[in-house]
């Protein structure tokens, strides 16, 4: 026999980063703890952050999910062009959110991912400045990766593309002109 859950006032986290309470975890997130967030760069430095922006992605009502999206926006591909180490790591996260039914944000993600596959700022300051190359942190590398991350997942186009929300096929007919398929 199944009991209803006790709902204690005053233990709930106010952060509004934070997924709502019994939201399961989906399947494709449960794999968010084997990346080393804390090891690894966003725009705003450790990258720590970015599993509960995820996970607030995948389980927040719209308003939230939104909220939590354009922080995330803003830590791996900064103005729509500017990516960051972090930025490969999470991109098989995004391209699992993408195909969620449940996920509120799913066309505004698909246009993440595209930003990300279009990315060349570091590629192109490098060809005029190549001392860049020399960096101990190789932005260019990191931007490959994450161009590399996004067309690793591409076969997901083609469910993507039958969607029946025009927002969402929009997007990623975009998305696929960006890596040419």
């Known amino acids: 026999m199944r ?9 709930e986290r106010t952060d509004p980063h934070q997924p709502p309470t019994g939201v399961a975890r989906s399947t494709s997130l449960a794999a968010l703890d084997r990346v080393p967030w804390r090891e690894i760069r966003d725009s705003t430095g450790c990258a720590a952050a970015i599993p509960l922006l995820l ?9 939230t999910a ?8 803003t830590r791996i591909c900064q ?27 799913r066309a505004e ?3 993440l991912l595209r930003s990300i596959a279009d990315a060349r700022q570091w590629e192109s300051t490098a060809a005029v400045y190549p001392k860049l190359l020399n960096h101990s942190e190789n932005h260019v590398v990191w931007e490959r990766k ?3 991350a996004v067309r690793d ?4 186009l083609r469910r993507l593309l039958a969607e029946e929300d025009t927002e969402i096929a929009r997007a990623t007919t975009e998305l696929a ?5």
Do not use: M, N, S
Request: net charge positive; glycine share 8%.
């Open 146 to 148: 994450a161009r590399q």
């Open 66 to 73: 939104r909220a939590a999206l354009a922080d995330l926006r």
């Open 153 to 156: 997942r591409r076969g997901a």
């Open 109 to 111: 993600i698909i246009q």
């Open 55 to 63: 996970t607030t992605v995948a389980c927040g009502d719209p308003e």
């Open 3 to 11: 009991t209803a859950p006790t709902h204690r006032q005053g233990t």
């Open 79 to 105: 103005y729509g062009f500017v990516v960051e180490q972090a930025t490969a790591a999470a991109v098989p996260f995004l391209w699992e959110l993408a195909q969620l039914p449940h996920v509120t944000c």
């Open 177 to 181: 002109r960006t890596l040419g398929e």
